[in-house]
């Protein structure tokens, strides 16, 4: 029983293996070729080649390029999207004329062949990569920096591939990357990074004084950035020392000053006379000149009367009001007698 069990698995196991088969033969499955890897220049032209060994011809031709979605290149024997006018047939292999990086990726050339036991799916992957040369690298360097700080200039292009390295120049003179094997250089106190583009001096000085550039360089070309000039000083300190000082003798004597004026009571003495000018002048008139005020526009000087008298101690009718009266040569109406 065992034995016949295991030869009914095996015969199930090979008439599986030859449906597989005969699926395989019958609809052209195949794997891909080696992977190719095609290297352009920018703005130059690019030949995409499908291994295809031609026996008979091919009922379908097709480039696909692959991506986040699948596009066509070459489909119903026409190119398609931007290909249409810089781009041609060798054979089964794509020459495309003024590359440029959006070109760049993973293409997929698909070429279907019938057979007898049906159609034959035949494919190539190649990859294109644009070669890119830098452009203008943007360069960043102080105008003014003081002796004995940190200062790093930095210089980084954008555009590049493969990414480009850096160097620096001062007075168009080429720094090293190592100072210390340059014999030339009386600053050794630097650091340059020519993968990032960063020059670092850990401790500038005024010989570090001058004008500086950057170079971003690959294998395609290369560009420099427009020079710039770096003033470095020496700290004064007798300068600094003199301004502290000036500073601190001026807030000493504003301080005294206000003592002193708050000893002698500039401040109160102020506030009261505003306070008490009104009633001092109310006060030091005299009984005639309030009369006046009363003697005309009753309904407006009468009212200011009124508030001047209440300021100053009660009138009384005394002989001096009367001749005041009298003088003026018109009968007048007090507003108060006692």
Request: net charge positive; hydrophobic share 35%.
């Amino acid at each position: 029983m065992a034995r016949r069990s295991r030869h009914r698995f095996l015969l199930l196991l090979l008439s599986y293996l030859g449906v597989a088969l005969g699926y395989h033969n019958a609809y052209g499955f195949s794997t891909p070729r080696n992977h190719q890897v095609v290297t352009a220049i920018e703005f130059q032209e690019a030949i995409l080649s499908c291994k295809y060994q031609k026996k008979t011809s091919p009922s379908r031709l097709e480039w696909k390029k692959l991506g986040s979605s699948v596009s066509f290149v070459y489909y119903q024997q026409a190119f398609q999207g931007d290909f249409k006018d810089r781009a041609e047939m060798l054979n089964f292999s794509i020459r495309i004329k003024n590359v440029t990086r959006k070109d760049a990726g993973q293409y997929r050339c698909e070429v279907s062949v019938p057979s007898d036991q049906g159609q034959n799916l035949e494919e190539d992957i190649i990859t294109l990569e644009v070669l890119v040369a830098p452009g203008v690298p943007v360069c960043e360097v102080p105008s003014s920096a003081l002796s004995g700080t940190v200062v790093e200039l930095r210089c980084q292009d954008k555009e590049g591939f493969p990414a480009p390295e850096y160097t620096w120049f001062k007075n168009g003179v080429h720094l090293l990357e190592n100072p210390k094997s340059g014999h030339k250089i009386s600053n050794i106190s630097y650091t340059m990074n020519r993968k990032t583009g960063i020059l670092q001096f850990n401790s500038i000085s005024k010989l570090d004084t001058g004008e500086y550039f950057c170079e971003a360089r690959n294998s395609v070309g290369h560009h420099k950035c427009p020079g710039k000039q770096m003033q470095v000083d020496d700290l004064n300190l007798n300068g600094i020392l003199g301004a502290v000082i000036t500073v601190a003798l001026l807030i000493l004597f504003c301080g005294l000053g206000a003592c002193y004026a708050q000893k002698k009571g500039y401040f109160t003495k102020e506030n009261s006379y505003q306070k008490n000018n009104s009633d001092s002048k109310a006060a030091n008139m005299s009984e005639c000149q309030i009369i006046s005020l009363m003697d005309t526009d009753m309904s407006h000087k009468q009212q200011y009367a009124v508030r001047r008298i209440d300021k100053i101690p009660p009138l009384v009718l005394t002989p001096k009001r009367k001749s005041c009266a009298l003088k003026r040569g018109k009968n007048r109406k007090f507003v108060r007698q006692v």
